[in-house]
């Protein structure tokens, strides 16, 4: 990931995506394949956190806050490293139909392999909403070939 010479090459097919919506999590897992690494690297997860930075109509997280909030709530939980990028996130509003874009984060993590790795990204999930009055943080799990 950014600054750390990571490569991420060979990404395969979705493996397992968490939907978290306004009333909780539901799980979906398709049986796939370990894939198919090139030399030096390794099967790994590789998870995509989607947080928009709208509440209501306008911007309610800051730069400040979303710092704070990848330093205390993320970082802790993947101090290994990730990659944010700045992003334009877009939903369709169920109450009005409407189509919403608004200013996003997108985190990505590649999962240490750990037992609560789900623990974590639904801890992160929570505090988000928590935190900032969200409806819902979209996460991607996937399989991926990497290389550190």
Do not use: N
């Not at 991420?8 to 799980?27: D, Q």
């Not at 947080?51 to 993947?78: C, H, N, Q, Y």
């Amino acid at each position: 990931m950014s600054g750390t010479g990571a490569r991420m090459r060979g990404l395969r097919p979705v493996l397992l995506i968490i939907v978290l919506l306004a009333g909780g999590s539901r799980a979906l897992a398709a049986e796939t394949p370990a894939p198919a690494c090139h030399a030096g690297q390794q099967a790994k997860l590789m998870a995509e956190l989607m947080f928009g930075r709208d509440i209501g109509r306008r911007i309610g997280v800051s730069e400040a806050a979303w710092r704070r909030f990848l330093e205390r709530e993320v970082t802790p939980r993947f101090p290994d490293g990730l990659t944010v990028v700045k992003a334009l996130g877009q939903w369709r509003d169920r109450s009005t139909g409407r189509i919403v874009r608004e200013p996003s984060e997108l985190v990505m993590v590649v999962l240490p392999g750990h037992p609560d790795d789900q623990a974590r990204l639904e801890a992160i999930v929570a505090a988000y909403k928590r935190q900032f009055q969200q409806q819902s943080v979209g996460v991607i799990v996937q399989s991926a070939c990497a290389a550190f």
